[in-house]
DNA sequence: ATTATTTACGTAAACGTTTACGTAAAAGTG
DNA sequence: CACTTTTACGTAAACGTTTACGTAAATAAT
């Protein structure tokens, strides 16, 4: 059988209390009773019980963080920020994949309720009532990230997309282009869609340049098939641009792939730039320029901040994280 | 505060026994009892505290999955595969990131222990003899993806990378080409590294084609840079080959990049198999051809696996997973 | 109608810890 | 030395469940 607490007390002579403390580093007890009970401990390969320890202590140093989807770059790359700083501090991280899914999300969070969990991280995706009631009534520290709530009051870590956007295209401005297209996501996300068109949209009239609607066309998510239909789509209905802001790096691409088989250089006769700076900018031909979120830095950043909320029991403050635009060569200056 | 057991029986009138048995669905009550007690249990919003069940049932509904690198694409389409089947049977996974360290590697083990996780799913490195013993200790179910281990009697869930090896250098083969590079990664990897290089070498073999040491390079691991690097070197030392099998899709799309830096066009000039089926593979230009390994499948293979193994206390059978090759268009026929 | 069986519960122990409280011995103080 | 304080423990309750066992009432069997 495994050895309890219990054994490893009558192997030592001393009370489970003592054993505790000593397992605990809390005052009460002599070098040699603690090296007694070390011996007792190493002698029958005893290791707590982490299930009984939380039933007490009400902590199972366990965070409990929910994506619409696991699988993607975007993901991953946060996931690791994560879990990274969770082990740093003792603690472990169960995933949930949402896939976006309503009542999947409900059961996630009922599970990391009834599996007390410490704390919560909740990525990229619009928090609905639903969900934040649910999250409430569980009454344990929350951060946003990817993703916010201008109706409930939740710390959030994310870029500011608008500005992210606006500067992206000021980007593109900058380097001579003055016939923009922009691939959107999903048209009426509040976090990812809206806010990266508007941004589009404000650099170009800061710029005395024409927004044009039909320069701008919208997916069903951010990924690459996305990409590669609204370029097509795109082409067919207005060819005549110079660059195009893609509202992720899987757009961009899939709008390069495009342009790639319809003999469009890029960049010379096209440049893209792209949004999120996952690993696969690096990877594609040309490499691509893009407006860097950094992901593994927020996912850390996000849960520091749900450390503290722990500790201290207060809320904290959301962070607006600085965005940056890397240049790499998918975008020509033709001016 | 929160509800307990003990709160829905006394608003309900009955035993904690009784709201117990009608919880998990144990026969013991009436229809009326069943009905005040979900009322009661309705009206105080109350949930069951899995922690406190976990320590009298010992079983957690946790699994533990041990990635070497979970924010890579490889990781994380096994992992939406594992999560995906474990939500299926209302357990949750711990996800932990070993980052090939050892004693960070030795450390999750202790904490999945203490944490007393109901099975264990160890990924994509080579099971050192401490791991194995920590394992062995905890005495629960544990199964082995994308990694096997000769020496040690663990169910595992891969494919056999030597035969995948030599289709890929076939299927180049049977397309015309007679000088074919190799880069592989990890040298000294018995898993991923050496099988693949002497299934290359068999293919070769087998098909009356001269195997040149010169036109084989290995990396450092499976990444993206090594592809770039190796394929540097390769276009230093051996220059006239017409075809290169890459040891993953990474790697391939590094050489790839390489390839189009210098002038080189894939699939005419060159022609470029890769090894895995990322979700990159369809994304580079251009598209890929690839030795696909179904890594969200094994995923939920592996799963199920272990669920067995965990119901039925038995150990399961191991399973080799059929590769194929995914065509797209870094391969050019040239006879 | 009497006995046997089944149903519908309740009681209390157990799971493996932590921790408040108590106490005897040791150490410190005047 | 007599006292107070501190140290080094031990005892036992508590955390929130499940479940073995017991029992009274209801139902079935003869």
Redesign the pocket.
């Known amino acids: ?9 009558r192997k030592a ?9 000593i ?2 580093e ?9 090296e007694k009970v070390l011996k007792a401990i190493e002698e029958l390969g ?4 982490a ?3 939380g ?4 902590r199972t140093k366990t965070l409990g963080v929910l994506f619409p989807n696991v699988s993607s770059i975007f993901a991953s790359e946060i996931l690791n920020g994560i879990e990274d700083t969770a082990h740093e501090q003792d603690h472990s991280v169960i995933v949930c994949n949402t896939d976006s899914n309503g009542v999947r999300t409900m059961k996630y969070l009922q599970v990391l309720n009834e599996k007390r969990v410490d704390g919560i991280i909740f990525t990229s995706e619009v928090l609905k009532k639903e969900y934040y009631d649910a999250l409430v009534e569980m009454n344990i520290p929350i951060v946003l990230v990817s993703t916010a709530s201008y109706r409930y009051p939740l710390p959030f870590v994310k870029v500011d997309d608008k500005h992210a956007a606006y500067s992206a295209t000021e980007y593109l401005i900058k380097n001579g282009h003055k016939k923009i297209a922009m691939i959107s996501g999903t048209k009426d996300d509040s976090i990812a869609g809206t806010p990266r068109v508007e941004g589009y949209i404000q650099a170009l009239k800061d710029n005395n340049l024409s927004y044009e609607n039909r320069r701008i066309v919208y997916g069903i998510d951010f990924g690459y098939k996305t990409g590669v239909m609204c370029m097509e789509e795109l082409l067919k209905k207005a060819p005549d641009f110079t660059a195009v802001f893609a509202a992720s790096d899987e757009i961009a691409i899939g709008a390069l792939s495009v342009a790639y088989k319809e003999g469009i250089k890029v960049p010379d006769d096209l440049s893209i730039i792209g949004y999120d700076n996952l690993k696969v900018a690096e990877m594609s031909i040309p490499p691509l320029t893009t407006v860097a979120q950094p992901l593994y830095e927020m996912g850390k950043i996000a849960t520091n901040m749900l450390f503290s909320m722990i500790k201290n029991g207060n809320t904290a403050e959301s962070r607006i994280i600085q965005h940056r635009i890397v240049e790499r060569q998918s975008v020509k200056n033709i001016q």
């Open positions: 059988m495994i050895p309890t607490i219990k054994d490893v007390a002579n001393v009370s489970t209390a003592t054993v505790s403390r397992l605990n809390l005052p009460g007890y002599s070098e040699k009773t603690k005893y290791q707590p019980n299930i009984a320890r039933l007490v202590s009400k």
